[in-house]
């Protein structure tokens, strides 16, 4: 599609900014890989999906706005940040609720309380507390790719 490489980019440039070992790729979903340390982005995530990120967002009481998509892509980087910080029991405690999650055994407002999302949310708050300028900076350079690659695609 076009322009979406402009946008990705923009993106790698950013994450390696804050780690250098981290790259980014548009993907279906926004996804954190340890193993190759990789992050996925998209532009299209449903709702209801949004509607529970930003409810664990808002839990942390940020000082700042950031749009969605930009609290998204901090959260999955603060995965790469926190991941060494966490135990043994919260990532299997993690991937247990998660399991019952995606299973539906359990609500899918659960999964945002999972102790790593918790710590990747808490991440991204903190970071974006004290780098607002930063952000700024890059959000209006990143939102005229996005739109730009609406245009050229002639989305909305």
Known sequence: ?????????LLN???????EE???????DFAYYPLSN????SLVVSEK??????????????????????WSILHEIGHHETIDELSDADLADSEIIKFFV??????????????DER???????QYAESHTAILAKFWEK???AIMRFYKLNHIC
Do not use: H
């Open 1 to 9: 599609m076009k322009g979406l490489s402009k946008i990705t980019k």
């Open 13 to 19: 440039d950013f994450v390696k900014t804050i780690d």
């Open 22 to 28: 981290l790259s980014i790729e548009e993907d279906s």
């Open 38 to 41: 990789k992050i996925t982005y």
């Open 49 to 70: 999906n949004n509607a529970d990120f930003m409810r664990s967002v808002e839990f942390f009481k940020p000082k700042v706005k950031c749009d969605i998509f930009l």
């Open 102 to 115: 995606s299973n539906g055994g359990v609500s899918e407002e659960l999964y945002y309380e999972c102790p």
């Open 119 to 125: 710590a990747a949310t808490g991440w991204a708050v």
């Open 142 to 144: 990143l939102q005229k």
